[in-house]
């Protein structure tokens, strides 16, 4: 774990006890195989660098998923319709992911269900906690990204745009565009800083990431700055909603166009860690 000491032991397993199978894996196969490659808060450093990319899956889980991807495109046309049309339950939980959270969430925290008219989609016409919940599928990530054992990579996957001109202005679109959104839930202290930073890019030194290889925007002005707070503005209260501070430290990102592995629907990310 790169000399950190915020990460979960990992438990023994041998190969004898978790066979190595194909498609998404299970959590004992992440543990034995796909041992975490980031401790806590070498993730919320990432997340707060300016370059979403520095977010990495194991390398060799990578090359899973691309094989596993490749036989879905077979069957289903496309990622975006196996999700749409399989993977992704409008409004149910999740039944189907090999990955279980341990958030108990009641019905309808953080999330409108009652009505079925079109009309019932908010007004807004973007993503906020009063979208409906059937525009709505909440997933564990089956191909979760290289994070400590206790931490969860959910998904928040929505029909309804993200990114929106009636919360995205125009003077800090072209920024939002390269670098996407982030933000982090906590009733304790404040986001890692860029000295975090140069601690912790040597984790992703097997990936070539260097601090001169990154790509983000200059810093912004305050007006900027509170600008692009407010386009994320939305993300942070569903999350603030649906992981209670008291009990949970988040870190969410929704990754700009450049990154983004299933243009066609939008979604967030969300590492979520118990207190």
């Avoid at 000399?3 to 959590?27: C, K, M, Q, Y």
């Avoid at 040597?202 to 990936?207: F, T």
């Amino acid at each position: 774990m790169n000399g950190s000491t915020d990460a979960a032991p990992i438990l023994n397993l041998n190969e004898g006890e978790v066979p190595l199978r194909t498609g998404p894996p299970t959590r004992e196969e992440l543990l034995r195989y796909y041992p975490a490659k980031f401790s806590w808060t070498q993730l919320k450093t990432f997340v707060n660098s300016g370059d979403l990319g520095l977010l990495k899956r194991d390398r060799e889980l990578q090359k899973r998923y691309e094989d596993w991807a490749e036989g879905v495109k077979l069957e289903y046309g496309s990622i975006v319709k196996y999700l749409a049309n399989h993977r992704l339950r409008w409004g149910q939980p999740d039944t189907q992911s090999l990955l279980q959270s341990s958030l108990e969430v009641e019905p309808g925290v953080g999330l409108i269900t009652s009505g079925d008219a079109e009309s019932d989609l908010n007004s807004s016409g973007y993503f906020c906690c009063e979208t409906p919940s059937r525009y709505i599928s909440i997933i564990q990530n089956d191909w979760p990204y290289s994070v400590p054992p206790e931490v969860e990579h959910t998904l928040i996957w929505t029909k309804v745009p993200i990114y929106h001109p009636k919360i995205v202005a125009e003077s800090v679109k072209s920024r939002i565009d390269q670098d996407g959104l982030w933000g982090f839930t906590s009733n304790e202290g404040s986001p890692p800083s860029s000295e975090n930073l140069v601690a912790s890019i040597g984790a992703l030194s097997e990936w070539g990431i260097t601090l001169d290889r990154m790509v983000k925007s200059e810093p912004p002005t305050k007006e900027e700055a509170s600008l692009v707070e407010r386009a994320g503005s939305e993300v942070h209260r569903y999350v603030q909603t649906r992981w209670s501070e008291s009990e949970w430290e988040t870190a969410w990102f929704v990754n700009p166009p450049r990154l983004q592995s299933v243009p066609g629907l939008a979604h967030i990310h969300v590492f979520a860690r118990r207190k």
